[in-house]
Nanobody, 122 residues
Framework: QVQLVEPGGGLVQAGGSLRLSCAAS????????MGWFRQAPGKQRELVAA???????NYADSVKGRFTISRDNAKNTVYLQMNSLKPEDTAVYYC????????????????WGQGTQVTVSS
């Protein structure tokens, strides 16, 4: 069992930066792939970025070059550094976990955080 806690997003102006974090419980964090998803009102949940247990990463085309996913296994934490934010990045962001390899599909993830709101003003 893995519990995921996301301390909080926030409100930022377009062009600004924000770092999300997601803390996981349990001693087997290093064996899980982690993903960051987002869901805007009226839209489907979509993958933003993912990182495998071995550190391989994957990004949505819309965030490549702007967002960076990383993990600190000693702290059981995954991060999402978001730079050059745009109003279209506004959404509820969720972290999620699944064993070993990442997936682009939300249905493949076993554990989810509660979600945190990120709002980018123009």
């Amino acid at each position: 069992q893995v519990q995921l806690v996301e301390p909080g997003g926030g409100l930022v102006q377009a062009g600004g930066s924000l770092r999300l974090s997601c803390a996981a419980s349990g001693r087997t964090f290093r064996n899980y792939a982690m993903g960051w998803f987002r869901q805007a009102p009226g839209k489907q949940r979509e993958l933003v970025a993912a990182i495998s247990s071995g550190g391989a990463t994957n990004y949505a085309d819309s965030v490549k070059g702007r967002f960076t996913i990383s993990r600190d296994n000693a702290k059981n934490t995954v991060y999402l550094q978001m730079n050059s934010l745009k109003p279209e990045d506004t959404a509820v962001y969720y972290c999620a976990a699944r064993p070993i390899y990442y997936s682009g599909s939300a249905k493949d993830y076993d554990y989810w955080g509660q979600g945190t709101q990120v709002t980018v003003s123009s």
